[in-house]
């Protein structure tokens, strides 16, 4: 596999060695001020957005996917901005994102491996 030809050519440096070229690990993404701040949007959400699943809660924020395309809603401009900050890297193609989910795990939860699509991007934030 190789890298995707929208990526910029900075974006490379970031490449994981021992994982497919399209794995990205970029240190201080964000700063410890904007994982606050993410943090506290994320969790004065209303109890609504949250859908529990086996291993997980999500929020879903942009709209819902759908066979026939997106039911598209407005991105919240706390995450706006951090759609535009990913997708300048080339990740789109040049389209901006339009969908965030925003997973919760707690200790001892967890998904098994899979694809979400050729348009999907996982932003992970670890904390050490």
């Given at each position: 596999?190789?890298?995707?030809?929208?990526?910029?050519?900075?974006l490379?440096?970031?490449?994981?060695?021992?994982?497919?070229?399209?794995?990205?690990?970029?240190?201080?993404?964000?700063?410890?001020?904007?994982?606050t701040?993410?943090?506290?949007?994320?969790?004065?959400?209303?109890?609504?957005?949250?859908t529990?699943?086996?291993?997980?809660?999500?929020?879903?924020?942009?709209?819902?996917p759908?066979?026939?395309?997106?039911?598209a809603?407005?991105?919240?401009?706390w995450?706006?901005?951090?759609?535009?900050?990913?997708?300048?890297?080339?990740?789109?193609?040049?389209?901006?994102?339009?969908?965030?989910?925003v997973?919760?795990?707690?200790?001892?939860?967890?998904?098994?491996?899979?694809?979400?699509?050729?348009?999907?991007?996982?932003?992970?934030?670890a904390?050490?």
């Amino acid at each position: 596999m190789e890298h995707p030809s929208c990526i910029l050519e900075e974006l490379k440096q970031f490449v994981i060695n021992d994982a497919p070229p399209t794995v990205y690990y970029i240190p201080d993404f964000i700063s410890e001020q904007e994982e606050t701040y993410l943090q506290q949007q994320v969790y004065k959400s209303p109890k609504p957005k949250w859908t529990q699943l086996s291993g997980r809660r999500l929020q879903n924020w942009g709209g819902l996917p759908h066979p026939k395309g997106m039911l598209a809603e407005k991105i919240p401009d706390w995450l706006q901005k951090y759609c535009e900050k990913i997708s300048s890297l080339g990740a789109f193609g040049g389209k901006t994102a339009n969908h965030v989910l925003v997973n919760e795990y707690k200790p001892g939860e967890g998904i098994m491996p899979h694809e979400d699509g050729p348009l999907s991007v996982t932003l992970a934030v670890a904390n050490f």
